[in-house]
């Protein structure tokens, strides 16, 4: 089965660090999404790409938080400085047009 | 408000037990409707898309009502496996929005 990969599957690291998650959308899927999920908010989306092209990155704070996708098979989400509320699930998803779409295994961070 | 409503639950019934879940959306213009489980710890996966007809797939049933802006989803004959989270999960344009999620636990 295709299948999306995220790494790392868990970081901990200290408040103010840089934190970089990777993700391999499914080869041929034109459509990349990163959600964040928390017990109190549920799954949020934080930003997507469509043929690499950002699309929508409302959802993330844009002081601290960066997307991008260098290449089809790549999407990075990056986090510069973290904080101890960025801590959650960070999942990656990708799909083709209108069905609905795969989830990676997420990264589990934790910002002590 | 939020876009997408469900009962967090949780819902503890026993083996072999019928139940339903249901979630209201707030945005009439939404074009596509799922049912994602998500197990602990682990991704959302896709369970099953919705029709305005109602669809059915083995002992899953499930049914939307557009002019109510109401989704459901029935579980007959319920499995200790089915327990999980099912999340209502409704697209507006591109990309998906999810509800917090029903909480299910199927007890022997």
């Known amino acids: 089965d295709a299948r999306v990969t995220q790494t790392p599957r868990h970081k901990v690291t200290e408040m103010g660090q840089e934190v970089t998650m990777r993700c391999q959308p499914i080869l041929g899927h034109n459509t990349v999404f990163w959600y964040r999920q928390t017990m109190m908010q549920g799954l949020e989306l934080l930003a997507y790409f469509r043929n690499r092209a950002p699309l929508d990155d409302s959802g993330m704070p844009k002081d601290r938080f960066s997307a991008e996708m260098p290449d089809a098979t790549l999407a990075t989400l990056k986090i510069q400085p973290s904080e101890p509320r960025d801590s959650a699930v960070y999942f990656c998803?990708?799909?083709?047009?209108?069905?609905?779409?795969?989830f990676g295994s997420g990264t589990r961070l934790t910002v002590v | 408000r939020k876009e997408v409503e469900q009962d967090p639950g949780p819902f503890n019934v026993p083996e072999g037990a019928t139940v339903a879940f249901n979630c209201t959306y707030s945005?009439?213009?939404?074009?596509?409707f799922f049912w994602y489980r998500q197990d602990c710890r682990k991704e959302p996966k896709l369970l099953m898309s919705?029709?305005?007809s109602g669809n059915e797939d083995g002992r899953f049933t499930a049914q939307l009502n557009r002019a109510s802006q109401y989704i459901s989803l029935l579980i007959r004959d319920s499995k200790l496996s089915d327990s999980a989270t099912y999340l209502c999960v409704v697209r507006e344009n591109t990309p998906l929005v999810f509800g917090k999620g029903t909480r299910l636990s199927v007890i022997a």
């Open positions: 998803a990708s799909g083709q047009d209108s069905y609905g779409y795969t």
């Open positions: 919705v029709y305005s």
């Open positions: 945005n009439s213009a939404s074009q596509s």
